[in-house]
């Protein structure tokens, strides 16, 4: 298994601001990926963290508005960029270890973004 | 594309069994998964299936059936602590997710 760790664990922040949600896992890992959960809905993935090179971000998704990045293989940030409201949402952060049984993917505990 | 369908709510009796139905159509298929999502937490790991057939894990089993897109989970001898949404997963090349359906358990 993994854990990991997300900071912060909330955030209230400003339209138009932009914060930085930091993930940590205690083991190298062989995929990271960032997923948003908005209120009363399932998770959407939002891209793969690459160690090394750029993300691959899913569509509706872009970098411009939600840059990572990934220096090693244990730590990965995603930034929200120029907020609005509706980017109120939980941002999750998970991993799939290179020895897992099913491949099975770790969640962080979240990040709960609220944007006023 | 990825569309994985799942009931949204569901109510059950204390010590009951609940089946919670999924299915799916997916552009490529390398597993199934099943997670339990407490409110304000993030998902945990249940089950996998990528062969046919039932795998049975104490009070929770999943089946699946590839030819058909369908895959199920079980919940037996239910527990006021089994409240909480499960979500079905599919897995490609990455995990997409179902809608999740929340399960509430009355005593």
């Known amino acids: 298994s993994a854990v990991i760790s997300q900071k912060p664990s909330r955030d209230i922040c400003q339209r138009g601001t932009s914060l930085t949600i930091q993930c940590q896992v205690d083991?190298?890992?062989?995929?990271m990926f960032w997923y948003r959960q908005q209120p009363g809905q399932s998770l959407t993935l939002i891209a793969t963290?690459?160690?090394?090179?750029?993300?691959?971000?899913e569509s509706g998704f872009v970098i411009d508005k939600f840059p990572i990045s990934r220096p090693n293989l244990t730590f990965s940030t995603l930034t929200v960029s120029n907020m609005s409201p509706e980017d109120s949402s939980i941002y999750l952060c998970?991993?799939?270890?290179?020895?897992?049984?099913?491949?099975?993917?770790?969640f962080g505990p979240g990040t709960r973004l609220t944007v006023l | 594309g990825q569309n994985i369908d799942q009931p949204t709510e569901m109510t059950a009796t204390e010590g009951a069994i609940v089946q919670i139905n999924c299915t799916y159509q997916?552009?490529?298929?390398?597993?199934l998964f099943w997670y339990q999502q407490h409110a304000g937490e993030a998902p945990t790991f249940l089950s996998y299936?990528?062969?046919?057939g039932l795998e049975e894990k104490g009070r929770f089993s999943s089946f699946l059936s590839r030819s058909k897109g369908y895959s199920y989970l079980l919940l037996k001898e239910l527990q006021m602590k089994d409240s909480a949404s499960y979500l079905c997963?599919?897995?490609?090349?990455?995990?997409?997710f179902g809608a999740g359906t929340t399960v509430t358990v009355r005593a």
């Open positions: 998970s991993v799939e270890p290179a020895s897992g049984d099913y491949n099975e993917q770790f």
């Open positions: 083991s190298q890992v062989t995929m």
């Open positions: 963290a690459n160690q090394g090179s750029e993300a691959t971000y």
């Open positions: 997916t552009s490529g298929f390398n597993g």
């Open positions: 299936n990528v062969l046919d």
């Open positions: 997963a599919v897995r490609d090349l990455k995990l997409s």
